[in-house]
């Protein structure tokens, strides 16, 4: 883990699926240039007003259904996953900024990349202005929180027996990975 200053800020992020807080059941793929995860997403309820506009009943909601997301890291620099959970969170280091259990966030100012930057100093073609694109994304689980250090995110919700998220996988799970 890394420690934290007065400059990190901690920033909620829109557009990246929320995981199901109960159980999101996630899965972590990564080589050393594509980190990606899949995770259980809240999905249609009984009782809730759907998508026509009318309260759900057993037979709108398909046979099968369990919707996901896959969150794409781009160009990946490093990661954490693993603790604290919903119940220890407070324990975390931007906790106090802001930081939540059951949410996407970026953090800005990011002391973990400053500190990376740092590390990377000994190597004799060290350029600090490579690390100035890189971005500090953390999701926070219900048992665990998954933190990455990239240039991107890119989150998409999906049904799990739609043939685009099975393509998307698909591609996911190739090992060689392609730098950029």
């Not at 990246?16 to 999905?43: N, Q």
């Not at 060290?126 to 991107?152: K, N, Q």
Request: charged share 25%; hydrophobic share 35%; glycine share 8%.
């Amino acid at each position: 883990m890394y420690s934290v200053d007065r400059k990190d800020r901690v920033v909620e992020l829109a557009g990246v699926p929320v995981a199901d807080p109960g159980s999101p059941e996630v899965a972590l793929f990564a080589t050393d240039h594509r980190v990606a995860l899949v995770y259980s997403v809240p999905g249609l309820q009984l009782g809730q007003v759907g998508p026509s506009g009318r309260i759900l009943l057993p037979e709108d909601i398909p046979a099968g259904y369990d919707p996901i997301a896959l969150v794409e890291f781009l160009g990946p620099h490093a990661h954490l996953f693993g603790p604290p959970n919903d119940e220890a969170f407070e324990g975390h280091p931007l906790a106090s900024r802001g930081l939540q259990p059951y949410g996407a966030y970026e953090v800005e100012h990011s002391s973990w990349i400053r500190t990376l930057e740092k590390m990377n100093r000994v190597h004799p073609r060290h350029d600090p202005r490579s690390y100035e694109a890189l971005r500090h994304f953390v999701i926070a689980f219900h048992d665990s929180t998954f933190e990455c250090i990239a240039s991107g995110i890119d989150g998409k919700r999906y049904e799990r027996d739609v043939p685009e998220f099975v393509n998307a996988l698909r591609d996911m799970s190739r090992l060689r990975g392609e730098s950029g």
